[in-house]
């Protein structure tokens, strides 16, 4: 069963969909901020990161590998979120 189009009500309520580049930090940023969420989730992250940079697919492959605590990945994309810059990766 598909859900069909949006009805007339709901489609005024429909919004134009934006890119987001997504969210890039570098570890050297990372490591100034160990208060934030605890320095075990900087070390993580620290781990984690490729060619220095940690983004949110690597985070994403880190949690399908199924060999860290999702809670203490979500905490490592806190950190992503909070102090990373928008990566203007391209839109797919």
């Known amino acids: 069963m598909s859900?069909?189009?949006?009805?007339?009500r709901t489609r005024a309520l429909l919004r134009?969909?934006?890119?987001?580049?997504g969210f890039l930090l570098g570890v050297q940023e990372l490591e100034r901020h160990p208060e934030y969420r605890g320095p075990?989730?900087?070390?993580?992250g620290a781990a984690l990161a490729e060619?220095?940079?940690?983004?949110?697919?690597?985070?994403?492959?880190?949690a399908l590998r199924g060999l860290h605590d999702p809670?203490?990945?979500?905490?490592v994309w806190h950190?992503?979120?909070?102090?990373?810059?928008?990566g203007s990766g391209p839109a797919p």
Do not use: S
């Not at 859900?3 to 007339?8: K, S, V």
């Not at 950190?79 to 928008?86: D, E, I, P, Q, T």
């Open 79 to 86: 950190c992503l979120a909070r102090f990373g810059r928008n």
């Open 40 to 44: 075990e989730y900087v070390e993580l």
């Open 51 to 62: 060619g220095g940079h940690l983004d949110a697919r690597i985070i994403g492959e880190a």
């Open 16 to 21: 134009p969909v934006e890119w987001h580049g």
């Open 3 to 8: 859900a069909g189009p949006p009805q007339p």
């Open 71 to 75: 809670q203490d990945l979500k905490r």
